[in-house]
């Protein structure tokens, strides 16, 4: 898939009451704006033209807008978000995809879904899960997916203990290819494809992100870094620290079409 637009949300200072489960200490907010920036000129270097959204400080999550919307060819589908003190980040970015595709749909409640468990492999999509996403909203969007023609099954994650989001462990890294933790590659729906394996020390690495030419991978997990090399893919690590001090990895921080 070629990629030629990406849409971010510069981090709040609240950012760090975001939710976490990582005892890695708090956000340096500072410092997050500057690797915020650095992801924003990667994703440039990378043949995107970038739009930053204004800072938004009432939600503190906000700045991993991958949640808020899946993109699907010319549909968009705004989610409804599974953790109640992100409700709303949804509504937030509503008007900057309605000038851009030409059918914003959204998840209605009660069903929750978040951006994160939605993995697409070209034209399939596996649909996460989680403590996040219920099997109404997997179920909702399955059906506005097969309306434009996407094939899609549903993934439980609910019984792999420490796995946010489906994408937190399982990303398409294009040409057929699964960049997966290790600790579920066994898994039907991830077994058919040709799989990358993340070895547990580095699971955090799981998430990186394949942008045309080229793989963001957070810096300091050299062994994935390696093997994604290995498989041929030109790789540039990016300082991620901040965020993954809650949580979220390098697909959290935008939205790409
Ligand atoms: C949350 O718990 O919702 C945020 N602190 C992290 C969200 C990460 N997003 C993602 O994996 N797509």
Redesign the pocket.
Known sequence: MTFSQALLRRPAATMVA????AALGLPDYQLALAQHHQYDLALQAAGLTTTVLEALPDF??SV?V??CAVLAGSLAVLTR???G??RGEELAIRAALEGIFSQVLQIEAPATL????ICQIDDHFLLGVSA?TDRAGAEALAALLTEKGFSSEPVDITSWSGI??L??AINYLGDGMLLVDERLARHPAIARYECILVPQQEAYAA?SLRVNDRVLVPAGFSLTQKKISQAGLRTVSLNMSE?QK????L???SLRW
């Open positions: 975001g939710i976490t489960t503190p999550d991993f991958e949640d978000p599974g953790a003190s992100r978040d951006g994160g468990d996040r946010l989001h994408k937190s998430n965020f809650l949580d979220g990895g697909s959290c921080l």
